[in-house]
């Protein structure tokens, strides 16, 4: 399967006690490497109880639309989504359970879920 079949466009709402509810638009599954991240920005943060949720309200609270989720418990937030250089996976390959909600996915190892607020 190339990645050009694949076509990101599915909408969560999710709420938390962070904030009453926000929609996060699902932008797909993409491959990242260390030197070259989908979100590259310094606002990360890092949870043992790490929601799509959480990450939005900490990505919101800094004006920031993009979220980046990965290996279950990272957040990355940023302005603009480049995807040049990453391939868009199909969402299965971003399996790794977030750790504060197994029922939700964050990414993976060199994988990323992305979303945006709206």
Same mark, same amino acid.
């Given at each position: 399967?190339?990645?050009?079949?694949?076509?990101? #466009? &599915?909408?969560?709402?999710?709420?938390?006690?962070?904030?009453? &509810?926000?929609?996060?638009?699902?932008? *797909?599954?993409? &491959?990242? #490497?260390? *030197?070259?991240?989908?979100?590259?920005?310094?606002?990360?943060?890092?949870?043992?109880?790490?929601?799509?949720?959480?990450?939005?309200?900490?990505?919101?609270?800094?004006?920031?639309?993009?979220?980046?989720?990965?290996? /279950?418990?990272?957040? #990355? !937030? *940023?302005?603009?989504?480049?995807? #040049?250089?990453?391939?868009?996976?199909?969402?299965?390959?971003?399996?790794?359970?977030?750790? /504060?909600?197994?029922?939700?996915? !964050? *990414?993976?190892?060199?994988? +990323?879920? +992305?979303?945006?607020?709206?």
């Amino acid at each position: 399967m190339t990645s050009s079949t694949l076509t990101p #466009s &599915s909408t969560r709402t999710t709420s938390s006690t962070m904030t009453p &509810s926000s929609t996060n638009v699902e932008e *797909g599954c993409y &491959s990242q #490497s260390n *030197g070259n991240r989908v979100l590259p920005t310094d606002d990360d943060i890092s949870s043992s109880a790490m929601t799509i949720p959480m990450c939005s309200a900490h990505c919101q609270a800094l004006s920031k639309p993009y979220i980046a989720l990965h290996k /279950g418990k990272e957040c #990355s !937030c *940023g302005s603009t989504l480049d995807t #040049s250089g990453h391939t868009l996976l199909a969402d299965s390959e971003c399996d790794k359970a977030c750790s /504060g909600d197994d029922s939700t996915s !964050c *990414g993976a190892t060199w994988k +990323v879920s +992305v979303f945006k607020n709206s």
